[in-house]
């Protein structure tokens, strides 16, 4: 006869028969514990036991979540993967690009560094310029008021304006 039977000397094992006259022990898992309890430890029992259903309440509400969530990041996987191919597709243009870029840079700062000089020459140029006029207006000013004075010299004496608040008293 083969088949398992409990130990009747220690519930906590099964055994088997071969079909032999021996047996061989075979642990059984224990589901409960089997400690005796006081009254008012059975509270704190209540309370522990509520204390973990509604964590298990929340861990499965938790897990509802999730499930939710990887179903909507699995429906955003094709768009996304045709993206990364976009993105890839210009990605590997832009690469292609780099060399002829690099030599049209190179171009312009060849042309770049003799315009640079040039344009610090004409700003000095500029300069200069600014105080030769500046320089002009000054000697016309004074040409103007010298041949204001040679004209005045070269009239008679008659013409030649007095100053108006000067009067003369004979006494």
């Not at 204390?51 to 979540?65: F, G, K, S, V, Y």
């Amino acid at each position: 006869m083969t088949g398992w039977y409990i130990d009747l000397q220690i519930p906590a094992t099964i055994r088997r028969r071969d079909g032999r006259d021996h047996s061989s022990p075979a642990r059984v898992p224990e589901l409960v514990l089997t400690t005796t309890t006081a009254p008012g430890q059975r509270g704190e029992e209540a309370e522990q036991i509520a204390h973990l259903r509604a964590l298990a309440e929340t861990a499965l509400i938790e897990q509802d979540n999730a499930r939710i969530e990887l179903m909507e990041l699995n429906s955003q996987l094709p768009a996304l993967r045709c993206e990364r191919d976009q993105l890839r597709e210009a990605l590997s243009e832009l690469k292609g690009q780099i060399a002829a870029l690099s030599w049209e840079r190179d171009a312009l700062l060849a042309t770049a560094i003799p315009l640079c000089a040039e344009v610090s020459d004409l700003q000095t140029k500029k300069e200069e310029l600014l105080a030769l006029r500046s320089e002009i207006q000054a000697l016309r000013r004074r040409k103007s008021s010298l041949e204001q004075s040679v004209t005045e010299l070269h009239r008679p004496a008659t013409e030649r304006r007095r100053p108006a608040n000067r009067t003369f008293h004979d006494s």
